[in-house]
């Protein structure tokens, strides 16, 4: 299975422990470059993983018309 959030590259992987939670929120909270870098990253992943609305359309009418036998 493809991973889409990578911990420490474009999310913050953490457990259902809110202790955890909340030192995680204030580190990102209080490093600027880090939560830039995390949503660059972020929006890298987003472009690379996942196709535009456009694309999908385009791709749910192609696979309408085959059904079709269009």
């Known amino acids: 299975m493809e ?3 990578e ?3 474009n999310g913050l992987l953490v457990s259902e422990d809110q ?3 909340d030192k995680k929120a204030l580190e990102i909270l209080k490093d ?3 939560r830039q870098l995390l949503g660059e990253n972020a929006l890298k992943t987003d472009k690379e993983k996942f ?3 456009e694309q999908r359309m385009s ?3 192609e696979e309408v018309k ?3 036998g269009n």
Do not use: F, Q
């Open 3 to 5: 991973t889409i959030i």
């Open 7 to 9: 911990n420490e590259y």
């Open 19 to 21: 202790a955890e939670i």
């Open 32 to 34: 600027d470059k880090k």
């Open 51 to 53: 196709w535009t609305w």
């Open 59 to 61: 791709k749910e009418v």
């Open 66 to 68: 085959k059904l079709k």
